[in-house]
């Protein structure tokens, strides 16, 4: 079983359309959550992180952690073309709430927002 | 742009070849990490450096030898590689070991 499970797609919709990215993750002792986005040719960038359970906002946004069922997922909300890229969940470890940053990868999502 | 710089874009070696391929941030950071990108494969940890010091070899095969000769640089010198090592290598830095990672833009290495 892999640690960290995420639906490749690719996964294409609308402009303006709610996205629902997820993984599922296998280890429970994972405390940080990350999302990063990772344009063609680019390396990944960091969008958002959650540190154990629970919802973030950031603008169009939002990132939920559910660790009782091991699952996170990112929402993009009024999705825009400049959203396409491959999103990447990211899981790491934690000791007295400090990350290690030896993270673990999901496969990563593709998305193309289209017009 | 990133503040991390990765050369070459591109490589193309032979399996009996040794080459070497380079990061550099300019961020200050003192944790810097390489990884290792294939298709329809999750990104993978390679080596973490954390002051110039290895703090992680992910059971990364021996003919992959990194060196971080001070915290702005790290290298991966690459010597009797196989096919199945072509992807793209990424380079990461952090002020410290933890999970807000600046990545460079990759070398994307091919072994015939």
Same mark, same amino acid.
């Given at each position: 079983q892999k640690e960290v499970e995420q639906d490749p797609g690719p996964l294409s919709v609308p402009e303006g359309a709610i996205v629902s990215l997820n993984c599922t993750y296998s !280890?429970?002792?994972?405390?940080y959550f990350m999302w990063y986005r990772q344009y063609s040719r680019k390396g990944p960038e960091l969008l958002m992180y959650t540190y154990s359970s629970g919802n973030k906002e950031d603008g169009r946004f939002t990132a939920q952690v559910d660790k009782s069922s091991k699952y996170i997922s990112l929402f993009i909300r =009024?999705?825009? +073309?400049? =959203?396409?890229a491959t999103y990447l969940c990211a899981l790491d470890w934690a000791a007295g709430g400090t990350s290690y940053g030896k993270l673990t990868f999901g496969q990563g999502t593709i998305l193309t927002v289209h017009p | 742009e990133t503040g991390v710089t990765q050369t070459p874009r591109h490589l193309v070696m032979g399996m009996t070849n040794k080459k070497s391929l380079k990061c550099e941030q300019? #961020?200050?950071?003192n944790a810097m990490y390489w990884y290792k990108q294939s298709a329809k494969k999750p990104l993978e940890l390679m080596f973490v450096y954390n002051f110039k010091e290895q703090?992680? !070899? !992910?059971?990364? $095969?021996?003919?992959f030898s990194p060196e971080c000769p001070n915290s702005s640089h790290l290298f991966l010198h690459l010597h009797t #590689?196989? $096919?199945? =090592?072509s992807a793209l290598y990424l380079c990461a830095s952090s002020q410290? +070991?933890?999970?807000e990672q600046y990545f460079g833009p990759g070398t994307r290495l091919t072994v015939t």
């Open positions: !280890n429970s002792a994972f405390q =009024d999705s825009q +073309p400049s =959203d396409s | 300019h #961020l200050g950071h703090t992680e !070899n !992910n059971s990364v $095969p021996s003919r #590689l196989q $096919p199945e =090592d410290e +070991p933890t999970y």
